[in-house]
C-alpha cells in the first residue's frame, strides 16, 4: 500500500531542522563529539574569511575515517545507530542540524587510509530546495579541498566543510571589513572559551577520566578550562554520598556520581585567579552536567532550588552519568540539555540542602567580614543626643563596673538597681551610640551605661554589628546619612525607654521583648541578600 508512505517535503524539512535551537559554539561541539567518536586525538578548526565576504569552516580530524558507503550513512538524517553505546553522538541528526543551523551547504570529506582515495558527500539546502528532493551533491573532490584535508586531517580522518555560512554572524557586516574581521576574530574567541569548558576533561592531560584529545582553533591549541577549580576548591560532599542511583523508564537502574565543590571567595584569590581559573559569577552557580565525559549543561539550579543569589555563587556540582542514562534524562537532540524527574529533583534537594547552607554561609561570613572592615558614621546621632538635654532619660547615681550593674533614679522610683552594661574611658564622638562586635546573644541593640571617663556615665545604645539587620539594612542605609541617623536615634529611644522605666523584676521582660524583636528582624530579612561588594557608600569612598 504505497499510498501510505508520506515522505515529508524536502525543501519545508531541511530548511525546518535549522531551527532546533542550535547556536554557533553548540554547533561546533556537535562536530567535534563525531571526531571524538571516530577516535580523533586532534580536531582542527579553521574559520575563514574571504575577501569577498565568503565565510568557511573547516573540522579536519585524524580519526579512524569513513570510506565511500560510512559517509554515505554518516550524511543520512537519522543514521544509523554507532556500535559503540558510548559515542558522543546520539540520534544520528548532530553533523546534519548542527551543520545546517550555520551555513546552506555542508561537505563531508573522508578516508580510512593514506591509500584510500578521498570520498565526498555534500547537502545543499539551495539544491533541495530546487530539486525538492533528499537529493545530496556528489561533487569531485577541489584541489583546494585536497590542500585542506591533508593540512588538517593528515594520511586519514574526516574533513567537514561548512560554506554559505549565513548564520555564523549574529549582524551583518560590509564584506570583508574590518568589523567583519573583528567580529570573526571574537567568534573564535568564544568558540575557544566555549570548547575549553564543554571538553575540559578530554583536554587535561593529567585527568585519567577520558582519553586525551588536542582541538585547535586557527592553530592556536584550546586550553582547559575546569569550573571546579580543583587547585582551590573543597569538595564538601561525603565519598558515600557521591553515587546515586537512579531508576529507567524500563525498571532497570543506572549510576550517576555527585560532587560538590565550593570555592574560595574572590577576596581570597588574586584577580587572575579570579577572572581566569574560577570565573566566578552569579550565572556560574550550579549544576555541570556531563555525558561520557562532556559537558552538556553548566549554570543552573534545574529547579533543585530557586533562581541563581549571589550567597550561593561560590557552590559548583558535577554531576555525571553514561548513554545508559539518556532515556531517564530525556536528553535532547543538541545534547545541551536534561531534565531532572521530579522524584530526583526532591532527592538531590535532601542531599545537597547542606551544602547548599554551607555555602551559603562562608560567602556571607567573608563578605560580612569584608563589610566590617567599613565603619558606618554614627557621629551625627551621637551629636543629637548629646545636644537634646531634655530627652526623657533615667538619672545615673552609681555605677559598679565589676558587676556590670548601677543604681538610677527613672520612672520607676528614686533607687533602682539595674543590670547593664557599664563601660568607662569611651570615645568622647560614640558616647550614645556605637556599633560592636561584642554582642553574642543575637540581640539587634542593648541599653548601655556610658561615660568618657570613670564617672559621669549616661544612657546608651549598642548596636549588634553581626545582627542581620544592621548587615542588610544598615549597610545599605550608610549612603543616606539622614536613614542611619534615624535609626541610630530610633533604638537609642528604645534603650532609654527601658532603662527610664524598668526594675530588677521587669528587666526579664523588657530583655524578652528585645530578643523577640530581634528574632522577628531576622526571620523578616532571610530572604534579603546581603550588600554586593561596592553597595555601600563606605566602601565606594574608599
Known amino acids: 500500500m504505497n499510498n501510505l508512505i508520506n515522505e515529508p517535503d524536502a525543501e519545508r524539512l531541511i530548511f525546518g531542522l535549522r531551527d532546533t535551537g542550535y547556536n554557533v559554539r553548540t554547533a561546533v561541539a556537535d562536530i567535534i563529539d563525531n571526531s571524538i567518536a571516530h577516535k580523533a586525538d586532534q580536531i582542527n578548526v579553521e574559520i575563514v574569511l574571504r575577501n569577498d565576504g565568503r565565510k568557511l569552516v573547516y573540522f579536519g580530524d585524524n580519526g579512524e575515517g569513513m570510506d565511500a558507503d560510512g559517509i554515505y550513512k554518516a550524511m543520512r538524517y537519522g543514521a544509523p545507530e554507532r556500535e559503540n553505546p558510548e559515542s558522543l553522538g546520539k540520534f544520528g541528526l548532530g553533523l546534519k542540524t548542527a551543520s545546517s543551523s550555520v551555513c546552506l551547504k555542508f561537505t563531508l570529506i573522508s578516508r580510512k587510509a593514506a591509500s584510500q582515495k578521498l570520498a565526498k558527500l555534500a547537502w545543499d539546502l539551495e539544491h533541495v530546495a530546487t530539486q525538492k528532493r533528499w537529493e545530496m551533491l556528489q561533487e569531485p573532490v577541489s584541489v583546494t579541498e585536497q590542500e585542506?584535508?591533508?593540512?588538517?586531517?593528515?594520511?586519514?580522518?574526516?574533513?567537514?566543510?561548512?560554506?554559505?555560512?549565513?548564520?555564523?554572524?549574529?549582524?551583518?557586516?560590509?564584506?570583508?571589513?574590518?568589523?567583519?574581521?573583528?567580529?570573526?576574530?571574537?567568534?573564535?574567541?568564544?568558540?575557544?572559551?566555549?570548547?575549553?569548558?564543554?571538553?575540559?576533561?578530554?583536554?587535561?592531560?593529567?585527568?585519567?577520566?577520558?582519553?586525551?584529545?588536542?582541538?585547535?582553533?586557527?592553530?592556536?591549541?584550546?586550553?582547559?578550562?575546569?569550573?571546579?577549580?580543583?587547585?582551590?576548591?573543597?569538595?564538601?560532599?561525603?565519598?558515600?554520598?557521591?553515587?546515586?542511583?537512579?531508576?529507567?523508564?524500563?525498571?532497570?537502574?543506572?549510576?550517576?556520581?555527585?560532587?560538590?565543590?565550593?570555592?574560595?571567595?574572590?577576596?581570597?584569590?588574586?584577580?587572575?585567579?579570579?577572572?581566569?581559573?574560577?570565573?566566578?559569577?552569579?550565572?556560574?552557580?550550579?549544576?555541570?552536567?556531563?555525558r561520557e565525559g562532556r559537558l552538556i549543561q553548566d549554570g543552573s539550579?534545574?529547579?533543585?532550588?530557586?533562581?541563581?543569589?549571589?550567597?550561593?555563587?561560590?557552590?559548583?556540582?558535577?554531576?555525571?552519568?553514561?548513554?545508559?542514562?539518556?532515556?531517564?534524562?530525556?536528553?535532547?537532540?543538541?545534547?545541551?540539555?536534561?531534565?531532572f524527574h521530579p522524584e530526583l529533583e526532591d532527592g538531590l534537594r535532601e542531599l545537597l540542602q547542606p551544602v547548599y547552607r554551607e555555602a551559603g554561609s562562608r560567602y556571607r561570613r567573608q563578605n560580612r567580614a569584608k563589610a566590617n572592615a567599613y565603619s558606618i558614621d554614627h557621629s551625627s546621632a551621637n551629636k543629637n543626643i548629646a545636644e537634646t538635654g531634655n530627652a526623657s532619660k533615667p538619672q545615673v547615681t552609681s555605677v559598679d563596673p565589676a558587676t556590670q550593674s548601677?543604681?538610677?533614679?527613672?520612672?520607676?522610683?528614686?533607687?533602682?538597681?539595674?543590670?547593664?552594661?557599664?563601660?568607662?574611658?569611651?570615645?568622647?564622638?560614640?558616647?550614645?551610640?556605637?556599633?560592636?562586635?561584642?554582642?553574642?546573644?543575637?540581640?539587634?541593640?542593648?541599653?548601655?551605661?556610658?561615660?568618657?571617663?570613670?564617672?559621669?556615665?549616661?544612657?546608651?545604645?549598642?548596636?549588634?554589628?553581626?545582627?542581620?539587620?544592621?548587615?542588610?539594612?544598615?549597610?545599605?542605609?550608610?549612603?543616606?546619612?539622614?536613614a542611619v541617623e534615624g535609626m541610630d536615634l530610633l533604638l537609642w529611644a528604645f534603650a532609654v525607654a527601658e532603662q527610664n522605666n524598668t526594675n530588677e523584676e521587669l528587666e526579664p521582660i523588657f530583655e524578652d521583648i528585645r530578643n523577640e524583636i530581634s528574632n522577628n528582624l531576622r526571620k523578616l530579612l532571610r530572604n534579603v541578600p546581603d550588600p554586593e561588594p561596592g553597595e555601600t557608600a563606605a566602601e565606594e569612598e574608599s
Not at 570583508?176 to 576574530?185: D, Q
Not at 577520566?209 to 586557527?218: A, P, S, T, Y
Not at 561615660?451 to 550608610?478: C, E, M, W
Open 301 to 339: 539550579w534545574m529547579d533543585v532550588f530557586g533562581a541563581n543569589e549571589p550567597h550561593t555563587s561560590l557552590l559548583r556540582i558535577e554531576f555525571e552519568f553514561g548513554h545508559e542514562l539518556d532515556d531517564a534524562f530525556r536528553i535532547d537532540v543538541k545534547k545541551s540539555r536534561i531534565l
Open 148 to 290: 585542506m584535508f591533508d593540512e588538517l586531517c593528515g594520511a586519514q580522518g574526516t574533513l567537514v566543510i561548512w560554506e554559505n555560512c549565513d548564520r555564523i554572524l549574529m549582524k551583518d557586516y560590509a564584506p570583508g571589513s574590518t568589523k567583519e574581521k573583528s567580529a570573526i576574530n571574537r567568534l573564535a574567541e568564544s568558540l575557544d572559551k566555549h570548547l575549553s569548558l564543554v571538553y575540559h576533561r578530554f583536554l587535561d592531560k593529567a585527568d585519567n577520566r577520558e582519553r586525551d584529545v588536542d582541538i585547535l582553533i586557527n592553530q592556536t591549541k584550546v586550553v582547559r578550562w575546569n569550573p571546579f577549580y580543583p587547585e582551590r576548591s573543597e569538595q564538601v560532599l561525603s565519598e558515600i554520598k557521591q553515587t546515586l542511583v537512579v531508576e529507567l523508564p524500563d525498571g532497570s537502574e543506572g549510576s550517576v556520581h555527585i560532587r560538590a565543590w565550593i570555592l574560595p571567595h574572590r577576596d581570597d584569590m588574586t584577580k587572575e585567579e579570579e577572572k581566569i581559573h574560577a570565573r566566578i559569577s552569579n550565572r556560574a552557580q550550579g549544576f555541570y552536567v556531563y
Open 406 to 482: 548601677a543604681i538610677v533614679a527613672n520612672n520607676m522610683g528614686p533607687k533602682i538597681r539595674l543590670r547593664t552594661a557599664v563601660q568607662s574611658n569611651v570615645n568622647p564622638d560614640a558616647i550614645y551610640v556605637e556599633a560592636v562586635e561584642s554582642i553574642t546573644n543575637g540581640e539587634l541593640w542593648q541599653p548601655a551605661l556610658r561615660s568618657p571617663g570613670n564617672t559621669g556615665h549616661v544612657p546608651a545604645v549598642l548596636l549588634n554589628k553581626h545582627h542581620d539587620f544592621y548587615q542588610k539594612i544598615y549597610k545599605r542605609a550608610a549612603a543616606n546619612g539622614y
